[in-house]
């Protein structure tokens, strides 16, 4: 197969979809070539047979020219990519999908927000085939839609060689400081473990995008006590390929954000068998009972949630992150994700 694949980002510093770098790599491994059309691109260093093309966002060439961009690529490139995978943004199935269906390209979109809209619906008419993780997924209820792996690179989000690198009762709360990730909400479950007097050191690891920086500084006031005591760091995000040391330094991960994408932070978390709580019903009957906390949880309610997973057994630590690790490997690989989205296509 001659791949096409467009996305956002093509850099492994970003500290979003620096993942995604991995999947074009495995995608490379198992295709004869691949075109990649990035909205920005950054660093990376891929196989011989990628080709990557920049929309021009490092270049600040504003909206008219990633638009003529697109058109130029998709065009010039034609006859170099026999099957198209859009990656999260409908807008590319709304500008090509019509040529790439007169041309019998086949084309996938992966989707895998919560909410969407007339523009989802009509972008779904143009692709052959819809990419979601999460049941709750909006374009889960297409017809045309396929559950798809997350695609974690188990290979390197693993558990650290030395057991002793994690901090006991290291907690962590990684991703963007935004209301939707109810960054508050956690630092006020802190300060509920604080005042019943229990030990952790918590770890807030992340940045506000545009728009949010208000937000993370009503979070550092919130967190002040905590931060001044010790129990708590609030440090930048980092590139993805630094985040397997984050997770290793931690025991529990947590997060808070409602029901809706199969949050991948979580899944890394787990394939490094660190213990998560989490309020995504996404994640029932996937992680214990007891780690699957109500969308409408109080800080109290969460703490309680802590203090029952913070004082099980070491043995018992031990055996829920096998199996975390062990879903991860069984449901969600990088490998797994490649093989069938390139069977969706053929």
Not at 10 to 25: A, K, P, Q, R
Not at 50 to 79: A, D, M, P, Q, T
Not at 236 to 263: M, R, W
Not at 297 to 311: C, E, G, K, L, R
Request: aromatic share 10%; glycine share 6%; hydrophobic share 40%.
């Amino acid at each position: 197969m001659k791949l096409l694949i467009i996305t956002q980002a093509v850099d492994t510093n970003d500290t979003t979809l620096g993942f995604f770098h991995s999947w074009i790599e495995r995608f490379a491994r198992e295709c004869e070539s691949v075109i990649v059309i990035c909205l920005k691109e950054g660093r990376h260093q891929l196989p011989p047979n990628v080709k990557v093309l920049s929309l021009g966002k490092e270049r600040s060439e504003g909206r008219l020219g990633y638009v003529l961009n697109f058109y130029k690529y998709i065009f010039s490139e034609h006859g170099g990519y026999d099957a198209v995978f859009i990656h999260m943004n409908q807008e590319y199935a709304l500008l090509g999908g019509l040529w790439w269906r007169l041309c019998n390209i086949p084309t996938a979109l992966w989707y895998n927000h919560t909410y969407g809209s007339i523009i989802s619906d009509i972008a779904a008419i143009f692709v052959r085939k819809v990419f979601y993780t999460s049941p709750f997924a909006y374009m889960a209820k297409k017809g045309k839609a396929i559950a798809m792996p997350a695609g974690i690179d188990t290979d390197f989000f693993k558990p650290h060689t030395d057991s002793s690198a994690a901090v006991p009762r290291g907690v962590l709360f990684l991703g963007r400081i935004s209301p939707v990730k109810k960054v508050e909400l956690f630092v006020d479950t802190l300060l509920e473990l604080e005042r019943k007097e229990i030990t952790f050191e918590a770890t807030i690891c992340g940045d506000p995008i545009s728009g949010d920086e208000a937000y993370a500084g009503k979070i550092k006031t919130r967190a002040a006590p905590l931060i001044e005591a010790g129990m708590l760091k609030i440090i930048s995000g980092v590139p993805h390929t630094e985040t397997k040391k984050i997770y290793a330094h931690h025991e529990f991960y947590v997060n808070l954000t409602q029901t809706g994408s199969l949050d991948k932070t979580v899944l890394e978390a787990m394939a490094c068998e660190l213990l998560v709580l989490a309020s995504n019903k996404s994640f029932q009957n996937i992680i214990s009972n007891d780690s699957v906390l109500k969308e409408e949880a109080t800080p109290a309610d969460i703490a309680q949630a802590f203090v029952s997973v913070m004082n099980l057994s070491a043995d018992e630590k031990i055996k829920r992150g096998e199996e975390n690790r062990l879903y991860v490997l069984e449901n969600h690989s990088i490998s797994a994700l490649v093989t069938q989205v390139i069977q969706a296509l053929s």
